[in-house]
């Protein structure tokens, strides 16, 4: 089929992602596949909540969360090896809801490799060709494993046994069966965790450049923020069973709708320093001034201003540098991390425990003295409104950061409510 | 003189696996050392060895002095941490710091006193009286962490202890494993296959491959100056580019020029003591390694390449560009984004450049 005939038939759905703080279709056109209200429960467990998802026809969406937030559940719902409680999935704009996972030509990708171990490489990737009612003649049948097996730099392995493969070759294999039966959607789940970092870097390469070239669209579900941030045309933040933003990697990293959402992407995490607005500065838990309110406030600065005397500011680590000048509050560092080309700072200021990346060499001792800077163009002010209690800065330890994210109860209501942070100021060429 | 010393070690399998092919080095007292090399590389066997659940096939292990390599491992003093909780269900968090000191036979009042100061220093005091069961991922590891230094054990050795954390736990655990070790001074010995962990964790890093050392050195080292090419590509993100050349003269520099034709370069002439021969003119080959962070963005530079994959990582971006001379890597401001397909022209700073011999692939 081609572009324009999918665009045809895609013409009566809409593109809105009603629910979804940032609503965004990818390059304009009608989406391949689309997720409408689907909620599911098993048991007490709300698994999904009022889901709405668009996917464009040659799309790499990145489902984002932390272990529970759904992500597998909205694969296999999507793959139809869950049937939602409530909800439709449309796909070239027909209703598949009640299809079954070979009536919908979906191929699914698992983080464990799922090869006959016993088999050949060979073998393993004519199984899905070989399936009965699909009669592929024998001849394309080889035509399409020697295809695969060129793109995904395997031919050599095709007469060993899928056992005596390493992980990243059987990953290889396992991401060759889904496509030799060039299936019109791919379904990623955490493919690439279980591999060696180095070889999670080449494959996150291989696999996008492997999508565009196929232009076959694809959900990769991750907790890998690098993952989502590197290879998502979209990318959609899911939490305990909501969706929390659709944006590119770029606007959810540089304009979140919450503290959650900011937390989700970037290494180290976004430092958030619990502020309050006095005398036209906005000072920390300890009375330290970081800001002038006019630097962050956008609209709302004016003197009568309504705007909220308290929120929490979001800070990259590698938007603080260490130029603050003689009169800026002083921290104090507490370790240095170095990386190849950048070194990662952590540092007691202000009451807090800030992360700061700095390019490698500049970087200070532990226990050294510095005076940061925020870039306050690049700050994020989020109103308190459904706010997370702020982790790291009322109780300094080392792992508050994650463990509060699993833990603190007050962050269910900050997901369903609106915070809107306000931004200042806009970035010039956001897409 | 050293703390623990490892000697000529090996293990070869009763299969005829050489896991282990005759490792030596040795860690200060104090010292953070970090075994690092992809699956299969033979560190985990060694620290297995080390901690005495593995014999050795050969070779000797020194500890403060004192030859272990046969001993049990219940009399090398040593805490292993291994990737998994593998905390005690049924155990408070407070019986489960304090179990190891129950075993040794401290008094009540001793272990309670020691259990409250490793619970305070690593911020666990207020989670004592909870089952692991009620705790983070984050939480359970600190208190895994925390019965390994309660003993205050001579050696830790601690076995990919951060594998099944997510991300962000991972930054704060190696924080705090940093912080705790700075603080006991307890000599430590480190596996991973993470080369980032490697480099923001260790005094000292010792790179693995086929049961083989590759370099030892500090991070700074093994970063700037990879002893080989293997060292080059496995550390970093990502690993260093490479080119392959000829060396065309010697005139101070070494004066190279890449196979395709495109690139000539002028090198500092290598001073490592490593260099094996003065590489010579004429038809000798080598290859260029530059980091990524040292390829740059340059309407005059003298490599002309496409854009294959431009990769948005928030701060940055990760661009693979194919030239004549290969595939480039380069790190690029994240907020112009150059789509697959587009023209660029690059240039490299040679002053930061490795070379490696073109046959042997050591570093001259």
């Known amino acids: 089929m081609s572009g324009s005939a999918v665009r045809d038939a895609l013409d009566t759905v809409g593109l809105s992602t009603a629910g979804a703080p940032s609503p965004r279709a990818s390059s304009g056109s009608a989406p391949f596949f689309s997720v409408r209200g689907v909620s599911k429960r098993f048991g007490a467990v709300r698994a999904l909540e009022h889901v709405d998802l668009d996917l464009g026809s040659d799309e790499l969406l990145v489902v984002l969360g932390p272990t529970g937030a759904g992500k597998t559940t909205l ?14 999935l449309r796909m070239r704009g027909g209703e598949i809801t009640g299809l ?40 394309e049948i080889q035509r399409r494993i020697e295809w695969a097996a060129e793109l995904l730099n395997i031919t ?11 992980g990243g070759e059987m990953q290889r294999v396992a991401i060759g069966r889904a496509i030799v039966r060039r299936p019109k959607l791919f379904l990623m789940d955490e493919p690439l965790t279980n591999l060696d970092a180095k070889l999670r870097e080449v494959l996150r390469v291989e696999l996008v450049q492997l999508r565009r070239e196929l232009q076959t669209p694809m959900i990769f579900v991750t907790h890998d923020q690098a993952e989502a941030l590197s290879m998502a045309d979209r990318v959609v933040v899911l939490a305990e069973g909501r969706v929390l933003q659709v944006g590119t990697p770029r606007e959810i990293y540089e304009r979140p709708v919450s503290p959650v959402v900011a937390l989700q992407l970037g290494q180290p995490a976004i430092n958030l320093l619990r502020v309050r607005r006095e005398g036209g500065q906005w000072l920390s838990t300890d009375g330290t001034p970081l800001l002038a309110v006019a630097d962050t406030g956008s609209a709302d600065t004016s003197p009568a201003d309504t705007s909220p005397a308290e929120g929490l500011l979001g800070v990259r680590p590698e938007h603080l540098s ?27 200021w202000a009451g807090a425990r800030v992360h700061i990346v700095l390019p490698r060499r500049a970087a200070p001792r532990p226990g050294d003295r510095i005076r940061p800077r925020i870039d306050a163009a690049r700050a994020v002010f989020f109103p308190p409104e459904g706010a997370p209690r702020l982790p790291g800065s009322a109780e300094p330890t080392f792992l508050d950061r994650g463990s509060a994210r699993r833990s603190d109860p007050s962050h269910a209501s900050s997901l369903s409510s609106a915070a809107h942070p306000t931004f200042h100021p806009p970035t010039k060429d956001m897409p | 003189m050293s703390f623990l010393r490892l000697e000529r070690l090996a293990k070869t399998y009763p299969d005829g696996t050489r896991a282990v092919d005759g490792v030596d080095f040795s860690a200060d007292e104090g010292e953070f050392v970090v075994l690092l090399g992809p699956s299969g590389c033979g560190k985990t066997t060694t620290l297995r060895m080390i901690a005495g659940l593995e014999l ?41 710091i304090g179990f190891p000191l129950r075993a040794a036979g401290l008094t009540a009042g001793a272990i309670e006193e020691r259990v409250g100061a490793v619970a305070a220093q690593m911020g666990l005091a207020p989670l004592l009286g909870l089952y692991p069961r009620q705790l983070s991922g984050g939480d359970q590891q600190k208190v895994s962490l925390a019965r390994a230094i309660v003993r205050r054990p001579a050696l830790f050795l601690m076995d990919e202890p951060l594998g099944t954390l997510d991300a962000d736990q991972r930054l704060a655990m190696r924080e705090l494993i940093r912080a705790v070790q700075r603080e006991s001074r307890v000599t430590t010995i480190y596996v991973t296959h993470d080369q980032e962990e490697a480099m923001s964790l260790a005094d000292r ?17 093994i970063y700037d100056r990879p002893a080989d090419r293997f060292v080059a590509a496995f550390v970093g993100s990502p690993g260093m580019n490479f080119i392959a050349c000829t060396v065309a003269g010697i005139n101070g520099k070494l004066q190279l020029i890449s196979e395709s034709g495109q690139l000539r370069l002028d090198v500092p002439l290598p001073t490592a003591p490593r260099a094996p021969t003065t590489p010579s003119a004429g038809d000798a080959r080598a290859t260029l390694g530059i980091r990524c962070e040292h390829v740059h963005v340059d309407a005059n530079g003298p490599i002309v390449g496409r854009v294959v994959s431009d990769q948005y990582l928030g701060s940055a ?47 001259w």
């Open chain 2, 205 to 221: 890093i010792v790179v693995m491959s086929g049961g083989r050392i590759r370099q030892v050195g500090t991070p700074a080292d």
């Open chain 1, 156 to 166: 050599r392995y095709l007469d060993r046994e899928a056992s005596r493969l390493s």
């Open chain 1, 75 to 88: 694969l296999r719902t999507i793959a139809g090896l869950e049937r939602p409680d409530t909800g439709s």
């Open chain 2, 56 to 96: 050795p096939s050969g070779g000797a292990i020194r500890l403060a002095g004192r030859d272990i390599t046969r001993l049990r491992p219940s009399q090398r003093d040593i805490g292993m941490v291994f990737q998994f909780y593998a905390l005690y269900p049924h155990l408070r968090v407070g019986a489960n």
């Open chain 1, 100 to 139: 079954s996972p070979a009536e919908r030509d979906v191929a699914l990708v698992f983080q464990n490799f799922s090869l006959y171990p016993r088999w050949t490489v060979r073998k393993n990737l004519e199984f899905p060709l070989r399936a009965p009612g699909r009669n592929v003649p024998p001849a």
């Open chain 1, 322 to 348: 260490l130029d603050g000048g003689s009169l800026a509050p002083q921290g104090v560092v507490v370790s240095v991390e170095y990386i190849g080309p950048t070194t990662t700072l952590l540092v007691e």
């Open chain 2, 317 to 363: 971006r990760l661009l693979h560009v194919d030239t004549p001379c290969g595939r480039l890597m380069l790190r690029a401001e994240s907020a112009l984004s150059r789509g697959p397909g587009a023209e660029l022209r690059l240039s490299l700073d040679a002053s930061h450049a490795s070379v490696f011999d073109g046959a042997t692939e050591a570093r």
